[in-house]
């Protein structure tokens, strides 16, 4: 049976001599958080923050979907400051207590991967996580403010189970049990069009016949987030090497590759491009013109004239052009490559209008978030106080003004930056952490986790 | 000799100093474990690198045998100098001296990613630390610095805040009293939108090259400044500049004539792929006269074209008087090694070139301002063959373009692929998107029509109905779209957009592979491309520039310096010969009877061959597998008992090291995988 409780209740007996040996996942606090989304529900000063749990040492049964009123964590006297505030002479705060509401937590897979957020017409907020553990799910759960509910039948003892009844991005309907393909195992990215398709990425390919380790094809998911289902219709086929990330525009959906080691210049998947209209795959050839060896984080512009895909080995934002994007002739050229701290792994862009967009990126094993500012064709600003490991991005933008979360993997916080004036994206800086701070989940001796354990 | 793929060159090792089982290796220096390899600095026989993901700089010192890091106080360990947090970019003191030779100072800069602060390291062996940080009011975007005779300095640096720029000037005192000492900076200029990007102190003791980049990265500008007078000369690069440097003096003999061309003549510019989608016109490397602004002439006496080192982005640059390197064009029964020394040499470095070995080290010659040719071929005809649409060869091949009809431009062709398709879609015109609200008019904001599309060809409807088939015939032309007088069948309603080929005429469209649509042809024409011959920006006869001009360019006219068919200035040239003549076309060929059999989408495949092949090298990553993006390079002369030795260290990040070449002993035109050291 899943359950969520609070850790109290983790280590009870259940009678008769009998152990309980479930491990119910907490719900105050964050474990190796990793995919965020932001929203503003009317009324809202701060918002609310949806934080995936990647639990990624399994100490628990699943992970988590914790919907956080920014209004109200923390304790009177130290909440979370409005956005623009200046920075408290003692440094950011550090907001432990995330008071998670009844009915704000949600049970996932572990090992969750980005978080995508699409607007129903009723006014909630579909979320969308992909967790690469068992199962290989594909969590849906519509958000009211801080109130899941899963998207589908949760299940049976926990209304707020949302991994039993998930779809599978690697289930195969004619071998029910077995991979084979269409499957997108391991799914990990997601990309939302302006029209409300979802694509899924897939950082493993599938093997046919299943469990032959033969053929192996990568395959990406493409879902209606309005119906989503999945079929093997759903599937769209992408040959050689897996992918990280993808990035949707009109045409075309942009997918970054996870490493493949090329024998010829045809099959660089640094970066792929699929037709939405006839699933044909299109390869720019990146990697033979600027050579990273395998591609992570993925943003497009607004008017989709430039891509940013975060390169490693060298770690590198490479700035592509892109032209004719909606034809079927689509032309992507790399112009630029910006050094980057290490480990670059996410990058989401803000607008302003009249000027470049800022590009923040989270840089994991560097543990830094840096900000490409493309009027000034480089990074503008390294941003020092960032947690450990740095993985995932959600952006709240208020007028000129902006408030990006960070999920710290490793240290089981969300940092909470600021940026007062998008005009002069070097004013971000650090103003709150929020989560306990849990830095044994990279180190063994820390004691930082003692309570943790169920 | 046709442009082709490196050959793998690995010798045998021969020297006893290779460690690994291939046959091909790196000698390898006592380990340092660099970390972020992304800039270099020559200053004396030390050269400086970042280890940018350890905040601090190593030291290799040139003069030990083996050569090898500088060691710490300990000396089981590499000295390491801690400096600002993430440096990516170094800067030096240069100073010339009165025969205008690049003379060393005291310092060398490190500005980190991001960062505001400036770290000033004493670069002579007994300091080899971290003296003092200059704290900048915003993110510093570039650095450059002036060394003086009495061991003092100055550091010229600009910031960005978001909104603007600002060039700044600090005065350092010598190295004893520097930790001590109060640096204020002052401000030279000021910009409002304008970021400046690179900084190149001139030899004349108070101007400094700027580049600038505005517009969101669309614009900016390259001068010259007094910093005394503030007075500014523009610098008429072609198109925004990401990097400027200029030159010692140098020697060279010329017609039989020994000439002194004084440091800081030429002002070299790297041309920022950024500022225009990373089209032909803002990419490559190109020169100015310091004196007057204008685009340097090259060794054929025209203005010199952008030098372009294969299709990826230059990523290292540096040039070297009197510079040593293995030229095949030198091999002679005297100097069989072909070893040969340029008047100034040039070293380039490449993020690619369209292959997965990587990217490459091109040698060019930067006295002539030409790359340096290693072959003595000209363009030709490679094969020839006719191909139905699904690419099925046809035999055999029937009246296309004559074979022994065509013509070359030399140094305006590349290897690639002419591509005559019958009824062709004309590029740039395919799925266009379009509604019924656009009635009879196809709209086409951004494509240049002229000469590209004719009244007589046909357009497809794209739209829901599969019964939409019919195809309409364009009536007339207009500036950004196209007209037909045919009823729009109800079929085609609700369009989502519309196809154009050519039909009328001239039903051939002309393509090259590599420099894409070139002109329509029709049957038993005489076909001609005229290519844009020179870079002419805000020269008398195109005032108004920069533009890619043909020659001659109409006075006045700056719309004629458009290119002749509005593409990317396709088969403009890339290298003047010495026979070089600006009105050349750059292809020529006459187009025979056609196949009476031809249908649509059959091609007259033409294939190429340009015969050009420029002096480059690059390294075999089928040994050397990690060492395959070569980025900031820097040439010194190490002057031993024995004589002189010339070393080239390449920064290699994708292999977190440095890579030492002796250009003496590197096999041209391969890759190389052996007489190489690497540090990492």
């Known amino acids: ?454 | 000799m046709k442009r082709t793929r490196l050959l793998a060159v690995a010798l045998l090792a021969g020297a006893g100093l290779l460690f690994g089982s291939g046959c091909g290796s790196v000698t390898t220096a006592s380990a340092a474990q660099l970390s972020g390899t992304y800039d270099l600095a020559v200053v004396g026989d030390l050269v400086f690198v970042t280890s940018a993901y350890s905040n601090e700089l190593r030291v290799i010192d040139t003069t030990g045998t083996p050569r090898d890091f500088v060691r710490a106080p300990n000396p089981l360990e590499p000295l390491a100098i801690p400096v600002v947090d993430q440096p990516v970019e170094l800067a030096r003191d240069v100073r010339y001296d009165g025969e205008g030779a690049e003379q060393d100072g005291p310092y060398v800069y490190a500005r980190g990613l991001g960062s505001a602060e400036i770290s000033v390291v004493g670069a002579a062996p007994s300091q080899l630390k971290e003296l003092t940080r200059v704290v900048a009011s915003s993110t510093v975007t570039a650095l450059a610095a002036r060394g003086a005779e009495d061991g003092t300095s100055t550091l010229y640096f600009a910031t960005w805040d978001g909104t603007r720029g600002t060039l700044w000037r600090v005065s350092l005192p010598s190295a004893e009293a520097l930790p001590t000492a109060t640096l204020t900076p002052t401000v030279i200029v000021s910009s409002d939108g304008e970021a400046y990007r690179s900084i190149a102190v001139m030899p004349d003791g108070h101007s400094l090259a700027l580049a600038t980049r505005s517009g969101s990265g669309t614009s900016g500008r390259s001068l010259l400044l007094d910093q005394d007078t503030l007075a500014i000369q523009e610098l008429a690069f072609p198109a925004p500049v990401r990097r400027l440097f200029t030159h010692p003096t140098y020697h060279r003999t010329k017609g039989g004539v020994d000439q002194t061309l004084p440091a800081g003549k030429r002002i070299f510019g790297v041309l920022d792929e950024s500022t225009c989608g990373g089209q032909r016109r803002c990419r490559g490397l190109i020169a100015v006269e310091s004196s007057t602004g204008e685009i340097s002439r090259d060794d054929s006496g025209a203005p010199m074209v952008p030098l372009v080192f294969g299709r990826g982005l230059i990523n290292g640059v540096t040039v070297q008087p009197q510079g040593t390197v293995v030229d095949p064009n030198t091999v002679t029964t005297d100097n069989p090694s072909g070893r040969f020394s340029f008047w100034l040499l040039g070293v380039v470095t490449t993020t690619g070139d369209s292959n997965v070995t990587g990217g490459e080290i091109y040698f060019f010659n930067a006295d002539g301002l030409q790359q340096e040719e290693t072959n003595s071929a000209t363009p030709a005809v490679a094969s020839t063959s006719e191909v139905d649409a699904s690419g099925t060869a046809q035999t055999p091949y029937v009246n296309g373009p004559d074979p022994d009809s065509f013509q070359f431009g030399d140094g305006a062709v590349e290897t690639q692929s002419l591509l005559i398709t019958y009824q062709g879609i004309i590029p740039g015109l395919l799925e266009v998107a379009s509604t019924d609200a656009d009635g009879q008019r196809f709209l086409v904001p951004g494509v240049d029509l002229h000469g590209r599309v004719t009244v007589g060809d046909s357009i497809q409807i794209l739209a829901p109905d599969a019964g939409c088939t019919t195809e309409l015939t364009v009536t007339s032309v207009e500036t950004d779209a196209l007209v037909t007088t045919d009823a729009i069948p109800a079929a085609c309603a609700n369009r989502t957009g519309f196809t154009v080929r050519a039909a009328g005429a001239e039903p051939y469209v002309v393509e090259g592979s590599v420099d894409g649509y070139l002109g329509r042809v029709g049957v038993n024409e005489h076909f001609t491309y005229p290519a844009p011959a020179s870079f002419s920006a805000s020269s008398p006869s195109c005032p108004s520039g920069p533009a890619y001009c043909p020659v001659p360019c109409p006075p006045g006219q700056q719309a004629a310096c458009a290119p002749a068919h509005g593409n990317d200035y396709s088969a403009a040239y890339f290298f003047h010969t010495d026979a070089f003549l600006a009105e050349v076309p750059a292809i020529q060929f006459t187009f025979g009877a056609g196949d009476p059999a031809i249908q649509r989408g059959w091609q007259y495949v033409v294939n190429l061959s340009s015969g050009y092949q420029p002096l480059l090298i690059g390294v075999d990553t089928s040994y050397l597998p990690a060492w395959y993006l070569p980025g900031s390079v820097v040439y010194h002369k190490l002057q031993k008992d024995d004589g002189e030795l010339n070393l080239i260290y390449v920064a290699y990040p994708s292999a977190q090291g440095v890579l030492e070449f002796n250009p003496a002993t590197i096999v041209p035109n391969s890759l190389n995988s052996t007489n190489l050291v690497g540090y990492q």
């Open chain 1, 1 to 454: 049976m899943r359950a969520l409780t609070l850790l109290v209740a983790a280590g009870i007996l259940a009678g008769c001599g009998q152990q309980d040996l479930s491990r119910p996942p907490p719900t105050d606090r964050f474990y190796f958080p990793s995919g965020l989304a932001f929203s503003k529900p009317a009324g809202s000063t701060n918002g609310v923050l949806y934080v995936a749990s990647a639990n990624l040492d399994k100490r628990y049964d699943d992970g988590t979907l914790l919907a956080v009123d920014l209004d109200q964590v923390g304790a009177d006297g130290a909440r979370l400051p409005p956005l623009g505030q200046p920075v408290p002479a003692t440094g950011p705060v550090s907001i432990e207590a995330l008071n998670v509401p009844s009915g704000g937590a949600a049970l996932i897979s572990s090992f969750a991967g980005e978080m995508a957020a699409y607007p129903l017409p009723s006014g909630a907020l579909r979320l969308f996580v992909p967790s690469r553990s068992e199962g290989n799910k594909l969590q849906i759960v519509d958000a009211t403010g801080t109130q899941l509910d899963c998207a589908y039948e949760s299940g049976g003892g926990d209304p707020l189970d949302c991994v039993t009844h998930a779809p599978s991005t690697a289930a195969n309907a004619a071998n029910p049990g077995d991979v084979g393909v269409p499957a997108a195992p391991a799914p990990f990215g997601l990309g939302l069009s302006g029209d409300g398709q979802l694509f899924v990425t897939s950082i493993q390919s599938a093997d046919s016949p299943a469990g032959s380790f033969q053929n192996m094809q990568a395959f990406a998911v493409e879902l209606n987030a309005a119906s989503p289902e999945i079929t093997d219709d759903n599937f769209i086929s992408l040959g050689y090497g897996p992918t990280n990330s993808a990035a949707v525009g009109q045409r075309y959906a942009y997918f970054s590759g996870r490493y493949f080691a090329v024998a010829n210049t045809s099959s660089d998947v640094v970066l792929r491009l699929v037709d939405r209209r006839s699933k044909a795959i299109l390869y720019p050839q990146i990697e033979p013109l600027f050579h990273v060896i395998e591609g992570r984080g993925l943003a497009l512009s607004a008017d989709e004239q430039r891509l940013y895909l975060l390169g490693l080995s060298p770690d590198t934002l490479l700035r592509l052009d892109l032209s004719a994007v909606t034809s079927s002739a689509p032309q992507v050229r790399p112009v630029r490559g910006i050094p980057l701290p290490s480990g670059p792994m996410q990058v989401q862009l803000i607008d302003r209008p009249g000027h470049g967009e800022l590009a923040v990126i989270t840089c994991l094993s560097a543990g830094t978030v840096v900000i490409y500012d493309e009027d000034l064709g480089d990074i503008a600003v390294a941003i020092p106080g960032v947690g450990v490991q740095p993985t995932n991005l959600a952006i709240q933008r208020e007028g000129n003004q902006a408030r990006i979360f960070v999920s710290d993997f490793g240290d089981g916080r969300v940092t909470v930056i600021d940026v007062p004036d998008l005009m002069r994206p070097q004013t971000a800086r650090v103003v709150a952490y929020l989560g306990k701070l849990q830095t044994c989940l990279v180190r063994d001796t820390d004691p930082s986790c003692q309570g943790v354990t169920p």
